[in-house]
């Protein structure tokens, strides 16, 4: 080890970092019991794979592998923007919509924002903002036993915590880890109260499995509202986590400042090929969202006569309260082979983010926790 102390030479920001705790992949938990057969429920991606027409489209550009990408990801870029009604100077390709929510930190903090966002977010924000210098402004959430969004993002309360340093304002929707989801009308509302000079992203991750009357598509407002940022990702329903790509849609002069910032390629040509036809494949999405309202009715059914609490979701996950310190459960879990997610980084100890998996992964998860619930 060298004497000199090199934390104390990083960014004060950085010094006070946890880092950011991925689900545990399956490799891991393989070498760790020497077991086969593992289903990971921990990261939120989809049961289904990949689409197969992606996966025909990443085949034919391996052969143009030792070219550059498209660094401007021309043809992808005018599918997203006839499907979003956008022009293309609207839209900032990134590599996974991790990227673009950094890209966006990166081009408008300063060392006196405070970005305001609610307790229980999304992990990666308060990350971004400290790792840039600045400080967080958590909200507390709502609490757990609010009848329709336990732990969900007060707005309310956001708004109020709102001053002339904010800068940025996240909001995830559904959130992540919670499942919650804002309506419409909360969420525009919200909006119109916003000072104009405040960016405010909309962060729609799980926005194809949130299907509801009530769920808005914030994309619909950009014209409305020059300050608002949409942010979506194909790691999740497109099931093409393991690419790495996402995008940001927002007014052009934001773009073009995420666009004088970003990597020149930092989206690779395998993650453009492949999303240009998940695009297309509609039929993969429609059966994700359907295998995925299965599974949540399931586990909606199934949980509660073992004393397990699922709270309200729109997503493809489930907040579970387990009633007690849930590391018993996640160990005795990975022990079945059944890789979750623990939530005590978000200060949620109690719980687990299970997500929802295919028919026979939800049985096989039930059926572990009830040998669990027997034994104990
Ligand atoms: C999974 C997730 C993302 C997407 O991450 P990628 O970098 O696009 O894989 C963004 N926001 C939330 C809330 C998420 O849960």
């Known amino acids: 080890m060298s004497s000199i102390n090199f934390t104390r030479l990083a960014m004060p920001g950085v010094q006070q970092l946890h880092p950011y705790q991925p689900g545990k992949p399956i490799s891991e938990l393989e070498r760790e019991l020497g077991i086969s057969n593992i289903i990971k429920l921990a990261s939120n991606e989809n049961p289904l794979g990949t689409s197969p027409k992606a996966l025909a489209a990443m085949a034919d550009a391996v052969a143009d592998l030792g070219l550059y990408p498209d660094g401007s990801g021309y043809r992808l870029k005018q599918k997203l923007a006839a499907m979003h009604n956008v022009s293309p100077d609207q839209i900032t390709l990134g590599n996974g919509s991790n990227d673009v929510l950094v890209l966006l930190v990166e081009a408008f903090i300063c060392a006196q924002c405070r970005p305001v966002?609610?307790?229980?977010?999304?992990?990666?924000?308060?990350?971004?903002?400290?790792?840039?210098?600045?400080?967080?402004?958590?909200?507390?959430?709502?609490p757990q036993s609010h009848p329709s969004m336990p732990l969900g993002h007060d707005l309310p309360a956001m708004l109020a915590a709102v001053s002339e340093h904010t800068r940025l304002v996240f909001v995830a929707n559904p959130n992540n880890p919670t499942g919650s989801r804002l309506g419409r009308e909360e969420l525009r509302g919200f909006l119109q109260q916003l000072p104009a000079q405040q960016i405010m992203i909309v962060d729609e991750a799980y926005t194809e499995y949130a299907t509801d009357d009530d769920y808005?598509?914030?994309?619909?407002?950009?014209?409305?509202?020059?300050?608002?940022?949409?942010?979506?990702?194909?790691?999740?329903?497109?099931?093409?986590?393991?690419?790495?790509?996402?995008?940001?849609?927002?007014?052009?002069?934001?773009?073009?400042?995420?666009?004088?910032?970003?990597?020149?390629?930092?989206?690779?040509?395998?993650?453009?090929?492949?999303?240009?036809?998940?695009l297309d494949d509609h039929e993969f999405?429609?059966?994700?969202?359907?295998?995925?309202?299965?599974?949540?009715?399931?586990?909606?059914?199934?949980?509660?006569?073992?004393?397990?609490?699922?709270?309200?979701?729109?997503?493809?996950?489930?907040?579970?309260?387990?009633?007690?310190?849930?590391?018993?459960?996640?160990?005795?879990?990975?022990?079945?082979?059944?890789?979750?997610?623990?939530?005590?980084?978000?200060?949620?100890?109690?719980?687990?983010?299970?997500?929802?998996?295919?028919?026979?992964?939800?049985?096989?998860?039930?059926?572990?926790?009830?040998?669990?619930?027997?034994?104990?």
Not at 307 to 325: H, I, K, Y
Request: glycine letters at 6%; aromatic letters at 8%.
């Open 216 to 278: 808005p598509d914030a994309s619909q407002w950009l014209e409305e509202f020059p300050n608002l940022v949409v942010t979506r990702t194909f790691s999740k329903a497109y099931g093409l986590a393991g690419l790495r790509v996402g995008y940001a849609l927002s007014n052009p002069e934001i773009a073009d400042m995420l666009n004088r910032i970003r990597q020149p390629f930092n989206v690779n040509s395998l993650a453009l090929a492949a999303a240009e036809a998940a």
């Open 117 to 142: 966002m609610s307790q229980y977010c999304f992990a990666v924000y308060p990350i971004a903002v400290q790792a840039a210098g600045a400080t967080p402004e958590i909200v507390p959430a709502l």
């Open 285 to 376: 999405i429609q059966r994700s969202c359907e295998i995925n309202s299965a599974g949540l009715s399931y586990l909606n059914e199934q949980l509660p006569p073992l004393g397990l609490t699922p709270l309200p979701s729109a997503g493809n996950f489930v907040l579970v309260d387990m009633g007690e310190p849930a590391e018993r459960w996640y160990q005795a879990l990975l022990r079945a082979g059944i890789i979750t997610r623990r939530v005590a980084n978000y200060g949620l100890p109690d719980h687990l983010r299970i997500t929802i998996g295919t028919a026979e992964q939800n049985q096989r998860l039930v059926s572990a926790l009830q040998a669990i619930r027997n034994a104990s």
